[in-house]
């Protein structure tokens, strides 16, 4: 696999350096020089296959010839332990439950096999994963690699600004895994971990690697659970398909539209965002013009430079698609709220990221559509804010009940990057 620099054309990487470097030269994001295709039989023939051995498939098409396919299937298989369906929630919407993996949300996907893929392909070198979480790439990224030999993993994360069950899932784990609140918001803990990227010498000294949304791994991954949602669909249903995603970074829109650009047949996507409404607002204007982050319901959705843009960019200009078809749609925390509420009158227990989804699909889903949201998080990782909104108490699944009364073993920083630095330099193994 061939990848250039979004930001340097002429820098080209392997699938294997770009999983390792995580970013290019100039913080640019990694793309792929090719977009592999699907015919309509090909896909037709896909879609009957098993979720793990359909999913290694499209990741090779991607990935070719540097892992051999049995290693794809072995891979892949570690990764994806558990299922992603589709749950029917009205007579035309139906969301694709992405919460059922270890840490409870969606990051799951992306983060394992991301841990896989590094694994493979670092073969014995130490590595050192640096990210910043805005709540659940976190847990996602230290259960992926816990005790995986030659690794480990520091995670950043603004203090206050996670709920305290997300921030006990990943700094309770210890060992290879060390947690750090900033006293600030998602977007600093972004700016220090491109801050240390672009630091050679500390880069060099600790082998850094970055496992967040903007790793290509991670994104490719993404993109199965599209085709594994399309497998269930009822003919009819997969017709006129419209995804609507919650959004934040935009990890998981990119890979909903490099599913597309394969040739799986949806009609459109949604891009479902809170108070943090850059895109829907440069979709509207035309005009790139980020507000200061602000905090809502749906922290993981607190982004207000999202990191994938760029990529979302170029696959429209690759493709020769119009921005403008994009659907889009902003959700205040009330609106959230409310719409948690009519999910549960309907009898589908929801949570604010996912219920924004649904709001704007809900507005804008047209007749003979079918819609899909995704379900980003289990309602009980938010267990808080969702019983506050219903009024009723919600159970904790077994993964956070163990956790819950564990000590949280975080270090607290400053928005201080020389004190990082620091801290990262003499990091024992
Ligand atoms: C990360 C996250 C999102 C946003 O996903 P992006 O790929 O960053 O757009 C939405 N919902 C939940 C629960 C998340 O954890």
Redesign the pocket.
């Known amino acids: 696999m061939k990848l250039y620099n979004l930001k340097d054309h002429s820098e080209q990487v392997s699938f294997a350096q770009a999983v390792q470097q995580g970013l290019g030269k100039g913080q640019g994001l990694f793309f792929p020089s090719e977009l592999p295709k699907f015919s309509a039989s090909e896909i037709g023939a896909l879609l009957k296959l098993d979720f793990v051995t359909r999913s290694a498939k499209i990741l090779s098409a991607f990935i070719g010839n540097e892992i051999s396919d049995d290693d794809m299937q072995r891979l892949v298989k570690n990764a994806f332990q558990f299922p992603a369906p589709v749950k029917s929630v009205e007579d035309d919407i139906g969301t694709l439950e992405l919460f059922h993996g270890p840490t409870l949300?969606?990051?799951d996907f992306g983060g394992r096999f991301m841990a896989q893929a590094l694994v493979q392909v670092a073969a014995d070198k130490k590595i050192t994963i640096l990210t910043a979480t805005?709540?659940?790439?976190g847990a996602a990224v230290a259960h992926a690699f816990y005790h995986l030999p030659n690794i480990r993993v520091v995670i950043l994360y603004p203090q206050g600004k996670i709920s305290p069950l997300q921030e006990k899932l990943f700094c309770t784990l210890g060992d290879n895994i060390h947690t750090i609140a900033i006293k600030s918001d998602f977007d600093t803990c972004q700016a220090l971990v491109k801050k240390s990227f672009d630091d050679s010498e500390l880069k060099a000294k600790i082998g850094l690697n970055s496992a967040n949304?903007i790793n290509i791994s991670r994104l490719l991954a993404q993109i199965c659970y599209y085709f594994e949602a399309f497998a269930q669909l009822a003919p009819k249903q997969r017709e006129q398909l419209v995804i609507s995603v919650?959004?934040?970074?935009?990890?998981?829109?990119t890979a909903g539209l490099l599913a597309k650009t394969m040739g799986l047949p949806i009609k459109r996507f949604i891009a479902a965002t809170n108070a943090n409404d850059t895109v829907p607002r440069y979709l509207e204007t035309g005009k790139w013009e980020p507000h200061q982050t602000v905090a809502t319901l749906?922290n993981?959705?607190d982004?207000s430079q999202?990191n994938?843009w760029p990529r979302i960019e170029e696959i429209y200009h690759r493709e020769a698609w119009t921005l403008k078809s994009l659907g889009r749609g902003t959700v205040t925390d009330e609106q959230s709220e409310a719409a948690v509420r009519e999910l549960d009158q309907k009898g589908y227990l929801s949570e604010p990221?996912g219920a924004i989804a649904y709001r704007v699909l809900r507005d804008q889903l047209q007749a003979d559509e079918y819609g899909l949201f995704l379900g980003?998080?289990h309602p009980a990782k938010f267990k808080e804010v969702v019983e506050n909104i219903l009024g009723k108490s919600i159970a904790l699944p077994a993964e956070l009940a163990e956790r819950a009364d564990m000590t949280l073993l975080s270090h607290v920083m400053d928005n201080d990057f020389a004190h990082l630095r620091d801290y990262l330099m003499n990091l024992e193994w």
């Not at 919650?246 to 829109?253: A, H, I, T, Y």
């Open positions: 949300a969606f990051k805005s709540g659940d790439t949304s919650p959004s934040g970074n935009f990890g998981d829109l749906s993981a959705m982004v999202p994938n990221h980003t998080a």
